[in-house]
């Protein structure tokens, strides 16, 4: 089992910064890719960005291209998504999740959650 943990959200406003962190515990976080999703109130959960396990691949959904970018530090079983220039509409609850596998856009794919951390971006 792993147990993954994310932090750093809050309110911020539009134009501004967040970093989210995730940490793991458990099932060895350096051969699981990662990613995030997020779920807005009334929508459904939607893919934000992934990596692979080694660093070298990663995906982003288009909404937020040019302006998140997702790391990790296998050393420390650690992930982050650094978020720029955040917009109202990126407001919703943000989850990390991984898969001892390549990266995937859907939710289905991904065996390992965490239990979100709200973003909202005041206009």
């Known amino acids: 089992q792993m147990r993954l943990v994310e932090s750093g959200g809050g309110l911020v406003q539009a134009g501004g910064s967040l970093r989210l962190s995730c940490a793991a515990s458990g099932v060895t976080f350096s051969s699981a890719a990662m990613a995030w999703f997020r779920q807005a109130p009334g929508k459904e959960r939607e893919f934000v960005a992934a990596v692979t396990w080694n660093g070298v691949r990663t995906s982003y959904a288009d909404s937020v291209k040019g302006r998140f970018s997702i790391h990790r530090d296998n050393s420390r079983n650690t992930g982050w998504l650094q978020m720029n220039n955040l917009k109202p509409e990126d407001t919703a609850v943000y989850f990390c999740?991984?898969?001892?596998?390549?990266?995937?856009?859907?939710?289905?794919?991904?065996?390992?959650w965490g239990q979100g951390t709200q973003v909202t971006i005041s206009s």
């Open positions: 999740a991984a898969v001892t596998g390549d990266i995937s856009t859907m939710t289905t794919w991904y065996d390992y």
